[in-house]
């Protein structure tokens, strides 16, 4: 990568302003001198007039395009305020396909620190440093940071913090195996506890493996009904000729092998909460009969003439889009608008910004307090990252199942990178499997063998925080300089 083509980004330093009254040329300067950059994006939290002057001034002596963003900071080193300040400019730069570094010697060191964590981890960024003994030169940060942080610091006062560091007992219990840091799922798991508080028939929709289920059983635990029955069903588990049987029981002879009387899944959760999973999969007979047992609050066994009377609270769940079902005519609107009083969704794991680490260190806790000999794993940084850039269809599930084994795998206490990859389980997708294509239509192979090239380098130098000789051992390359001719060969900067 070429300086020329490159963005140079950095705070407003007091050396640098020293340099307007005939001070030595301050790290700003000295930098836009040493390497041609295409355009200086300037931070300051100085006064617009002395920023404005400066700017001024540097274009004068530098030629180069310089952006001024005035920052309306309380203090130089409040980590809150210049990470907010910092992330926006980096994201909207990486938005607009800039190649990005950061000069990292203007500033307090809280400036510094903050442009490191961006440049190491969301921001990927070539490092500056200058000084009057060395001059101006690139460096290389020689430690990797997991990507996903959460700068939470920034949103909560000292005094909260405080508060939250001292709390022993969670104002919900209910909720606590629920475990997120994310705004969104902060507010589902709000608007569930106070559905739990109601009898309101509950919908909960989301991708399999988000956590239905343990929504539904944190509202049951949290409401009224607690000490009555929670009775989970899988509707689309049932045989069709046994859904009435099983939903609403049966009397002996009702039919052939009924040799004795059974309740069903709304007797037995009778007082309680019956759990409907997998609510969209019901037939649409089924459909009304259960429309009919919700509006009436009665049901009648297979085989018997007399009506029982149910108290259930209904909780279903469904991974479908219900509403086009509606409108498409496959799900009854009765129902649909009958259950979904109360509506969650559920978001993906991969739309879950901070949770992903989190969960994946109380998953790993988890497995080694089932199994002593798993106690002592952990993560590598590598494989943080890998876990973060994985999609995780399966979602909380697929995760689980994925730490299960590569921690059942892992010959050492740490799992890495690569002991995580052989974990997980790729689904194969035939539009874009470059073994599925037709030839007989005619391919470009070079074509397909570079965007191979390119997805998997690509793939190696995030996981291993664009460490060159580590990524060339994960891809099978001989060494650095190896990995470096492909990326040549294939125009990878």
């Not at 990252?385 to 010959?411: D, S, Y």
């Amino acid at each position: 990568m070429t300086e020329a083509g490159v963005v140079l980004v950095c705070w407003l330093g007091g050396n640098d302003l020293n340099a307007l009254s005939d001070g030595p040329s301050g790290p700003v300067l000295s930098t836009l001198q040493a390497f041609p950059f295409r355009r200086l994006e300037l931070l300051s939290s100085y006064p617009a007039a002395q920023a404005e002057a400066y700017r001024d001034w540097l274009i004068q002596q530098t030629g180069v395009p310089v952006a001024l963003h005035c920052e309306d900071l309380s203090s130089p080193v409040h980590f809150g305020e210049i990470h907010n300040a910092a992330s926006r400019h980096l994201e909207r730069l990486q938005q607009q396909g800039e190649k990005l570094a950061i000069l990292l010697s203007p500033g307090t060191a809280a400036m510094q620190a903050v442009w490191i964590l961006l440049g190491k981890t969301r921001y990927p960024a070539i490092f500056y440093q200058s000084s009057r003994e060395q001059g101006a030169q690139q460096i290389d940060i020689p430690f990797e940071i997991a990507a996903e942080y959460v700068p939470a610091a920034n949103i909560i006062s000292s005094d909260e913090i405080a508060r939250l560091a001292t709390r022993s007992v969670p104002v919900d219990a209910a909720f606590d195996s629920i475990l997120t840091q994310n705004s969104t799922m902060q507010r589902l798991k709000e608007q569930a506890q106070i559905l739990a508080q109601k009898t309101v028939p509950v919908l909960i929709y989301g991708e399999t493996g988000t956590g239905k289920e343990l929504f539904a059983r944190a509202i049951h635990n949290a409401g009224p009904r607690a000490d009555a029955p929670f009775v989970p069903i899988n509707c689309g588990a049932i045989p069709a000729e046994l859904i009435d049987s099983i939903l609403f029981g049966h009397r002996k002879g009702a039919f052939t092998g009924a040799v004795s009387d059974r309740p069903g899944v709304f007797q037995q959760a009778n007082g309680g909460t019956l759990f409907l999973d997998e609510f969209g999969e019901l037939s649409p007979d089924v459909q009304v009969r259960l429309l009919r047992v919700l509006q009436e609050g009665t049901c009648m066994p297979v085989g018997s003439s007399v009506e029982q009377r149910v108290d259930v609270r209904i909780i279903a769940a469904t991974h479908r889009d219900l509403m086009l079902d509606v409108a498409e005519g496959r799900f009854r609107e009765d129902l649909f608008y009958r259950v979904a009083v109360g509506g969650l969704h559920l978001p993906p794991l991969r739309e879950r910004a901070g949770d992903l680490l989190l969960l994946a260190d109380a998953l790993l806790a988890t497995i080694g307090q089932e199994d002593p000999s798993l106690q002592s794993k952990v993560l590598s940084v590598g494989a943080k990252n890998l876990i973060i850039h994985q999609p995780w269809r399966g979602n909380v599930r697929e995760m689980q199942a994925t730490l299960l084994r590569a921690a059942l795998w892992c010959h050492g206490d740490t799992i890495e990178a690569m002991e995580l990859q052989r974990a997980l389980f790729s689904v194969p997708n035939k539009d874009t499997d470059i073994l599925a294509r037709d030839v007989s239509q005619g391919i470009d192979i070079q074509v397909l063998v570079g965007g191979l090239v390119r997805h998997y380098i690509a793939q190696a130098l995030d996981i291993t925080g664009r460490n060159k000789t580590r990524a060339a051992a994960l891809l099978g390359l001989k060494s650095q300089q190896t990995l470096s001719n492909w990326m040549d060969k294939y125009d990878m900067e």
